[in-house]
Nanobody
């Protein structure tokens, strides 16, 4: 499975961005889709996930109420709508696809495939 992430950029604090992740696999709906981020000098951390069948989502506490994950299985695409952005949201954002159990949704080990990353920079 190849994943192509896009939508990053430079935005002022309080602004919004929408990230997209397009998958090459037509069985896209069989994968949990997650978003992680990695800031310089830090480990990759969980941001959000949407279950393979859609509907069920989960978020890191730091983004709850500000970010929203969704998917369009007909377009093999997952999205991350990011609102009320803060400077601490600055990072490279990666999308991941995985078939692991839902219990692994918050860990990088729960994902088999990764996109190339897209840079999000939030200025104060």
């Amino acid at each position: 499975v190849q994943l192509q992430a896009s939508g990053g950029g430079l935005v002022q604090a309080g602004g919004s961005l929408r990230l997209s992740c397009v998958a090459s696999d037509p069985s896209f709906s069989n994968y949990n889709m997650g978003w992680f981020r990695q800031a310089p000098g830090k480990e990759r951390e969980f941001v959000a996930v949407i279950r393979r069948a859609g509907g069920i989502t989960d978020y890191a506490d730091s983004v709850k109420g500000r970010f929203a994950i969704s998917r369009d299985n007909a377009k093999n695409t997952a999205y991350l709508q990011m609102n009320s952005l803060k400077p601490e949201d600055t990072a490279v954002y990666y999308c991941g696809a995985g078939r692991a159990a839902w219990s692994s949704r918050g860990s990088v080990v729960g994902y088999n495939y990764w996109g190339q990353g897209t840079q999000v920079t939030v200025s104060s």
